[in-house]
């Protein structure tokens, strides 16, 4: 079965989607390890709570990049990790990090890209005035939210929108999306061809 780390900074609600698909039975994956790079954050409590091996480095390890990213290696290596998903890590990846992990990083990130990348995605669409807005599951690329696009989902903006109200409905897509694009890589059916990601029917993998 794929073994599947995930990465988070915070909340961790898209994690919590992945961990609740997998109890389900909707999900072919073992989570080898859920880390942080922000002791303390209370995704880690969450994945506790599930029964998730998590890592979670010391403050000053963390607050090391280099420090934080060898230790962070070392340890996905032991594991044996075929798949990365950032579940809402605030970090970017160093090249040699990414160069270990070519097509087998995973981002989820709250607009559809390529409009609004980097911080604050909710906000960017609310000043912008866009009418629909969403999320994005797409491959990690050294860029910033830049690489191919795995998919999509489109919610819509109120007038009446704030920065909170519009999250909490984009939030809502993120949690089935996230885990859907990672059955699709557990199943065999992304091929990246480019910037362009071919999802292949069931059967083909068969
Ligand atoms: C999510 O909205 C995720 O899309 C976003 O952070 C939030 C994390 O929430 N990620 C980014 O903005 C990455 N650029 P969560 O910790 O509850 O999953």
Redesign the pocket.
């Given at each position: 079965m794929l073994r599947c780390a995930i990465l988070?900074?915070?909340?961790?609600?898209?994690?919590e989607a992945i961990l609740k698909a997998k109890a389900s039975g909707d999900l072919p994956i073992e989570v080898a390890v859920v880390a942080t790079d922000r002791p303390g954050a209370p995704?880690i409590t969450i994945a506790r709570r599930y029964g998730v091996n998590t890592f979670e480095p010391s403050p000053e390890q963390a607050g090391d990049k280099r420090t934080f990213f060898s230790i962070l290696t070392q340890k996905l290596q032991e594991l044996d990790v075929d798949l990365i998903v950032?579940?809402?890590?605030?970090r970017i990846l160093p090249p040699d990090f990414l160069a270990r992990y070519p097509e087998r990083i995973i981002?989820?990130?709250?607009s559809l890209l390529p409009a609004f990348p980097?911080?604050k995605?909710q906000r960017q669409a609310l000043e912008y005035g866009v009418r629909f807005t969403g999320?994005t599951v797409h491959f990690v690329d050294e860029g910033v939210?830049s690489g191919p696009i795995i998919d999509q989902r489109v919610v819509p903006v109120y007038p009446d929108d704030t920065e909170e109200s519009l999250?909490a409905r984009?939030?809502v897509e993120?949690h089935r999306l996230l885990p859907a694009c990672i059955r699709l890589f557990a199943e065999g059916r992304l091929r990246i061809e480019g910037r362009r990601v071919r999802i292949l029917p069931p059967t083909e993998t068969r």
């Open positions: 988070v900074s915070g909340r961790g609600s898209n994690m995704a950032l579940a809402g890590f605030m981002n989820i990130h709250p980097g911080l995605a999320c939210d999250a984009i939030l993120e």
